[in-house]
């Protein structure tokens, strides 16, 4: 199995931006699928982002243009800048491994105030 522990959130106002960090406790990161997902209340949780090992990125066309993800590998930890923020992207963000995609971390909270 694996851990996963996000960090990063906050309340910020529309237009800002904030930078969310996932260390990952496996041994295996480097080669991994990692995603960033997010869940707004009522909502059901929605991929945002996605980087393979080699770093080609996938994102939702929601956010595209406007978030960034990215790896370091050395540090096992998965990145996601988030710039241009708006309302509706107010949810708790979380990331995951693609192979134990059962595994979820406890997420952090962004709340983004118009």
């Known amino acids: 199995q694996v851990q996963l522990v996000e960090s990063g959130g906050g309340l910020v106002q529309a237009g800002g931006s904030l930078r969310l960090s996932c260390i990952v406790s496996?041994?295996?990161?480097?080669?991994?699928?990692m995603g960033w997902y997010r869940q707004a209340p009522g909502k059901q949780r929605e991929l945002v982002a996605r980087?393979?090992?080699?770093?080609?990125?996938n994102y939702a066309v929601s956010v595209r243009g406007r978030f960034t993800i990215s790896r370091d590998n050395a540090k096992n930890t998965l990145y996601l800048q988030m710039n241009g923020l708006k309302p509706e992207d107010t949810a708790v963000y979380y990331c995951?491994?693609?192979?134990?995609?059962?595994?979820w971390g406890q997420g952090t909270q962004v709340t983004v105030s118009s």
């Open positions: 980087i393979n090992h080699s770093g080609s990125t």
């Open positions: 496996t041994s295996i990161f480097s080669i991994a699928t």
């Open positions: 995951n491994m693609e192979i134990y995609s059962d595994s």
